[in-house]
Protein backbone atom coordinates (compact mmCIF):
# COMPACT_ATOMS: atom_id res chain seq x y z
CA UNK A 1 0.00 0.00 0.00
CA UNK A 2 0.88 3.70 -0.51
CA UNK A 3 2.06 4.79 2.75
CA UNK A 4 1.78 8.41 2.14
CA UNK A 5 -1.88 8.24 1.40
CA UNK A 6 -2.88 5.79 4.44
CA UNK A 7 -5.43 7.30 7.19
CA UNK A 8 -3.85 8.37 10.78
CA UNK A 9 -6.16 9.66 13.08
CA UNK A 10 -8.20 10.66 9.83
CA UNK A 11 -5.68 12.43 7.44
CA UNK A 12 -3.30 10.85 5.04
CA UNK A 13 0.34 10.04 6.92
CA UNK A 14 1.64 12.70 4.13
CA UNK A 15 -0.62 15.59 5.82
CA UNK A 16 0.37 14.32 9.24
CA UNK A 17 4.06 15.08 8.52
CA UNK A 18 3.55 18.35 6.74
CA UNK A 19 1.27 19.82 9.82
CA UNK A 20 4.06 18.59 12.17
CA UNK A 21 6.92 20.66 9.97
CA UNK A 22 4.90 23.91 8.58
CA UNK A 23 5.31 25.38 12.21
CA UNK A 24 8.82 25.16 12.43
CA UNK A 25 10.30 26.06 8.75
CA UNK A 26 10.43 28.72 6.50
CA UNK A 27 9.04 26.90 3.65
CA UNK A 28 8.33 23.00 3.18
CA UNK A 29 9.21 21.16 -0.28
CA UNK A 30 6.95 18.25 -1.09
CA UNK A 31 8.41 15.82 -3.78
CA UNK A 32 5.70 13.87 -5.39
CA UNK A 33 6.20 11.33 -7.83
CA UNK A 34 4.32 8.23 -7.43
CA UNK A 35 0.58 8.83 -7.23
CA UNK A 36 1.55 12.63 -7.34
CA UNK A 37 -1.58 14.14 -8.02
CA UNK A 38 -3.55 11.80 -5.45
CA UNK A 39 -1.07 13.31 -2.68
CA UNK A 40 -1.00 16.57 -4.13
CA UNK A 41 -5.04 16.81 -3.56
CA UNK A 42 -4.51 15.46 -0.40
CA UNK A 43 -2.16 17.79 1.06
CA UNK A 44 -4.87 20.04 0.09
CA UNK A 45 -4.52 24.02 1.24
CA UNK A 46 -1.52 23.56 2.82
CA UNK A 47 0.97 26.09 2.38
CA UNK A 48 3.59 23.59 0.80
CA UNK A 49 5.68 23.91 -2.46
CA UNK A 50 4.99 20.72 -4.42
CA UNK A 51 7.83 19.62 -6.60
CA UNK A 52 7.36 16.32 -9.49
CA UNK A 53 9.91 14.25 -9.28
CA UNK A 54 9.61 12.15 -12.81
CA UNK A 55 12.51 10.26 -12.25
CA UNK A 56 11.03 9.00 -8.91
CA UNK A 57 11.81 5.53 -10.14
CA UNK A 58 15.86 5.87 -9.27
CA UNK A 59 15.05 6.09 -5.75
CA UNK A 60 15.09 8.51 -2.82
CA UNK A 61 18.10 10.47 -3.80
CA UNK A 62 16.52 11.62 -6.78
CA UNK A 63 14.00 13.34 -4.66
CA UNK A 64 16.27 14.60 -2.44
CA UNK A 65 18.13 16.34 -5.29
CA UNK A 66 14.76 17.65 -6.96
CA UNK A 67 14.03 19.53 -3.58
CA UNK A 68 18.07 20.19 -3.29
CA UNK A 69 17.49 22.18 -6.50
CA UNK A 70 13.73 23.12 -5.73
CA UNK A 71 15.29 25.10 -2.73
CA UNK A 72 18.92 26.53 -3.74
CA UNK A 73 21.68 27.26 -1.71
CA UNK A 74 20.46 29.99 -0.08
CA UNK A 75 18.97 27.57 2.93
CA UNK A 76 19.92 25.09 4.73
CA UNK A 77 17.99 21.77 4.18
CA UNK A 78 15.70 19.03 6.44
CA UNK A 79 15.31 15.95 4.73
CA UNK A 80 12.20 14.29 6.11
CA UNK A 81 10.87 11.05 5.08
CA UNK A 82 6.73 10.87 3.42
CA UNK A 83 6.49 7.27 5.52
CA UNK A 84 7.46 8.03 9.04
CA UNK A 85 4.10 9.16 10.43
CA UNK A 86 5.07 9.02 14.36
CA UNK A 87 7.28 11.99 13.64
CA UNK A 88 7.29 14.26 16.59
CA UNK A 89 7.46 18.57 16.68
CA UNK A 90 9.77 18.15 19.34
CA UNK A 91 12.17 15.86 17.78
CA UNK A 92 11.76 18.13 14.16
CA UNK A 93 13.11 20.72 16.77
CA UNK A 94 15.74 19.18 18.56
CA UNK A 95 17.60 18.65 15.17
CA UNK A 96 16.97 22.09 13.78
CA UNK A 97 18.46 23.85 16.83
CA UNK A 98 21.53 21.84 16.65
CA UNK A 99 21.55 22.23 13.35
CA UNK A 100 21.75 26.02 13.41
CA UNK A 101 23.66 26.22 16.37
CA UNK A 102 26.71 23.53 15.59
CA UNK A 103 29.66 23.96 13.75
CA UNK A 104 29.21 20.85 12.20
CA UNK A 105 27.20 21.02 8.44
CA UNK A 106 25.50 17.40 8.92
CA UNK A 107 23.18 16.75 12.16
CA UNK A 108 22.08 13.13 12.30
CA UNK A 109 19.45 11.95 15.11
CA UNK A 110 20.21 8.22 16.42
CA UNK A 111 18.34 5.90 18.56
CA UNK A 112 21.33 3.44 20.31
CA UNK A 113 23.26 4.16 18.31
CA UNK A 114 21.47 3.73 14.68
CA UNK A 115 21.19 6.91 12.48
CA UNK A 116 17.65 8.09 11.59
CA UNK A 117 15.46 10.98 10.47
CA UNK A 118 15.47 14.00 9.82
CA UNK A 119 18.85 14.76 8.71
CA UNK A 120 19.96 18.37 8.93
CA UNK A 121 22.57 19.55 6.02
CA UNK A 122 23.65 23.02 5.84
CA UNK A 123 23.45 24.83 2.38
CA UNK A 124 26.97 24.07 1.86
CA UNK A 125 26.42 20.53 1.00
CA UNK A 126 24.23 22.29 -2.28
CA UNK A 127 26.29 20.85 -5.12
CA UNK A 128 27.43 17.75 -3.01
CA UNK A 129 23.90 16.49 -3.08
CA UNK A 130 23.21 17.31 -6.53
CA UNK A 131 26.27 15.89 -7.81
CA UNK A 132 25.89 12.63 -6.18
CA UNK A 133 25.77 9.65 -9.05
CA UNK A 134 22.38 7.42 -9.38
CA UNK A 135 22.78 4.72 -7.13
CA UNK A 136 24.12 5.63 -4.32
CA UNK A 137 22.10 7.08 -1.31
CA UNK A 138 22.37 10.37 0.99
CA UNK A 139 24.25 7.86 3.00
CA UNK A 140 27.40 8.40 0.61
CA UNK A 141 27.46 12.03 1.48
CA UNK A 142 26.83 11.54 5.13
CA UNK A 143 29.16 9.05 5.91
CA UNK A 144 32.47 10.40 4.30
CA UNK A 145 32.18 13.87 6.25
CA UNK A 146 32.49 12.46 9.48
CA UNK A 147 34.86 15.41 10.94
CA UNK A 148 31.35 17.89 9.83
CA UNK A 149 29.12 14.76 11.36
CA UNK A 150 26.98 15.67 14.37
CA UNK A 151 25.31 12.61 16.03
CA UNK A 152 22.45 13.57 18.30
CA UNK A 153 21.45 10.65 20.35
CA UNK A 154 17.71 10.62 20.99
CA UNK A 155 15.08 8.58 22.89
CA UNK A 156 12.83 8.09 20.61
CA UNK A 157 12.43 5.74 18.15
CA UNK A 158 10.55 7.27 15.92
CA UNK A 159 13.52 9.04 14.19
CA UNK A 160 14.10 4.69 12.44
CA UNK A 161 12.62 4.43 9.48
CA UNK A 162 11.23 0.68 9.33
CA UNK A 163 7.66 -1.16 8.59
CA UNK A 164 7.53 -1.93 12.75
CA UNK A 165 7.13 2.38 13.09
CA UNK A 166 3.86 2.06 11.10
CA UNK A 167 1.75 0.70 13.54
CA UNK A 168 -0.74 3.83 14.07
CA UNK A 169 -1.42 2.91 9.96
CA UNK A 170 -4.70 2.09 9.64
CA UNK A 171 -5.78 0.78 6.15
CA UNK A 172 -8.46 1.84 4.77
CA UNK A 173 -9.55 -1.28 3.27
CA UNK A 174 -9.58 -3.50 6.86
CA UNK A 175 0.10 6.47 4.96
CA UNK A 176 4.80 11.53 4.55
Not at 57 to 67: E, I, K, Y
Not at 102 to 121: D, N
Not at 127 to 135: C, E, K, R, S, W
Amino acid sequence: EFKQLLPIRGQPAVCRIVDVLIPLLHRVVVVVGHRADEVELALGERTVLCVRNEDFRDGMLSSVQCAVHALGNQTNYLICLGDQPSLAEDTVATVLRAGESAAEGIVVPTFVGKRGHPLFLHRRYHQAVIDLPDGVGLNALTRSQPQDTLEVPMDRREILRSEEHTSELQSPCNLV
